[in-house]
């Protein structure tokens, strides 16, 4: 039989059973395929966006140890110990009584016109100057205060708000009874200038021994850090949140700390934090109004160096568009299988039609042969 005459007859019935023996196995393999890798790819997302947190929650860390650091090199400055050392001694010549009540004569006249020279020779100090100066190179540095042994302002920036000192859980905090202390507040929010920083209060010293002798406190502008953690975004639906340890938000796209928002992801990312595996992991899946978003997460560690920085950093997006180049193939897939059935499901139906077709014809042949032998 020459070659290009050769026929390859395969049973209907048989072209059905491969097809189903094969085609529909591995359609269900590819589902199951994708489905896995629906579930590696959020892993592999929700691993990257807890690296991205864990770098940002560095950068905070960092953010407030060198502010600290730069605070304290104002502390340590030769020329301020000197000057609290000489606003000291003028208490020395008087009795704690007489000293409280001089005191509390100043801050009476402070915010008026007879208060106004005691505020110019403050300001005009050369200590003064040289914080001053310490601002013109370092804007982050809003306002900055030396005070004495009692709190009280001896050199500035700008004018103190007032001249003895009441805000008694800052100074306490820096006095330490006595001991000197480090001092760092949470977030504060200023109406008037829109702006949002925290309080450093460094101790004093005096040379060659660790008396506390004063302390050198500053308010720092934060917003080149929240700009900073904002800016970094991976996707339309990304965003990155700065979260104090109650969930509100303090830094996060178009979010200030004055709005005092909670962070809906920030429900998830508890829960996960008062488990191993969830500190572990890095990171949650956080079903949510809108939908479920993948949430990586890192803790700053500033809360055991400073007890009021309780602050974690947020790294999210949305389920979906995160995972969208795998679910496309999972629709893909299912798309394949959904017609791989249909195809068998068609193909079978045609068998055991034709099948019945041919019963029938046989049938049909049977009777009209026994008609003519009895004929």
């Keep these: 039989m020459p070659l290009n005459s050769l026929e390859i007859k395969v049973s209907l019935q048989k072209l059905l059973i ?49 502010r600290v650091i730069d605070v304290g090199a104002i502390a340590t400055e030769p020329a301020v110990v000197d000057a609290v050392m000489g606003a000291n001694q003028a208490y020395e010549r008087r009795s704690p009584e007489a000293s409280g009540a001089n005191i509390a004569k100043i801050d009476k006249k402070w915010d008026t016109p007879a208060g106004d020279a005691v505020v110019e020779a403050m300001l005009s100090s050369s200590v003064s100057r040289l914080l001053q100066r310490r601002r013109e190179i370092d804007p982050r540095l809003l306002k900055i205060i030396v005070t004495d042994e009692n709190g009280v302002p001896i050199a500035a920036t700008d004018k103190p708000l007032h001249y003895a000192p009441v805000d008694n ?10 001991r000197g202390g480090i001092y760092v507040s949470d977030v504060l929010y200023d ?49 990155t949140i ?12 178009n979010v200030t700390t004055s709005m005092k928002l909670k962070s809906d992801e920030y429900v998830a990312v508890r829960d996960a934090l008062g488990s191993l595996q969830g500190r572990q992991a890095g990171y949650v899946i956080a079903p949510m109004r809108g939908g479920s978003r993948i949430v990586g997460f890192a803790d700053t560690g500033l809360k055991q160096i400073y007890p009021n920085l309780a602050w974690f950093v947020m790294v999210s997006q949305d389920e979906p568009e995160a995972l969208a180049p795998v679910r496309t193939l999972g629709y893909f897939a299912i798309l394949m299988v959904v017609i791989g059935l249909l195809m068998v499901t068609l193909l079978a139906a045609y068998f055991f039609l034709h099948r019945k077709q041919q019963l029938v014809d046989i049938e049909t042949a049977t009777t009209e042969e026994s008609r003519g032998q009895a004929a």
């Design 18 to 66: 491969a097809l189903i023996v094969v085609l529909v196995p591995l359609n269900f393999i590819g589902l199951y395929l994708s489905s896995e890798s629906n579930t590696s790819l959020e892993q592999v997302i929700g691993t990257h966006f807890r690296t991205i947190a864990q770098a940002d929650a560095t950068a905070a860390l960092q953010f407030v140890n060198d």
């Design 191 to 239: 109406e008037e200038s829109r702006t949002e920083y925290f309080r450093i209060g460094f101790p004093i010293y005096s040379k060659g021994s660790r008396r506390f002798i004063g302390a050198a406190n500053a308010l720092i502008d934060v917003s080149s850090l929240f700009s900073q953690l904002t800016q970094a975004q991976v996707g339309h639906s990304a965003r």
């Design 169 to 178: 859980v800052n100074w306490q905090a820096v006095s330490a009874q006595g």
């Design 242 to 253: 700065l979260v104090r340890e109650d969930g509100t938000a303090m830094s996060a796209p």
